[in-house]
């Protein structure tokens, strides 16, 4: 199932879940351990990875008791592509940028005089 690149950035835009998604980098892992580390409750932790969810950056199954979290890598390619288009430009000098501003900046009074 494709999910629309609004539904990826917006549960990116939130760093809670940009943390539960580098903790999943390493392996799976139990609601309760994706938890550990953060300062909120269960419920809110099961709030972000509906979120998650939901925009297909991860899975989730439920093994005997447990429900065990698993990162989808796949569901970020669509996003890195469209993000690859950007990398056409060169990162801008601003020094460079500032000093023709000026050069220009003094070419224009010289003119005006």
Request: proline share 4%.
């Amino acid at each position: 199932m494709a999910h629309s690149l609004d539904t990826v950035f917006a549960a990116l835009a939130d760093p809670t879940r940009r943390q539960i998604l580098s903790l999943l980098l390493e392996d799976d892992m139990a609601v309760t351990d994706v938890a550990d580390p953060f300062d909120m409750s269960l419920a809110a932790i099961s709030k972000h990875l509906m979120i998650l969810a939901a925009a297909g950056l991860i899975s989730q199954e439920k093994r005997g008791r447990v429900k065990w979290c698993k990162l989808e890598p796949d569901a970020l390619r669509e996003a890195s592509v469209w993000m690859q288009g950007f990398g056409q430009f060169e990162p801008i000098n601003l020094d460079a940028f500032e000093r023709f501003l000026q050069t220009e900046n003094l070419s224009a009074d010289t003119e005006q005089d």
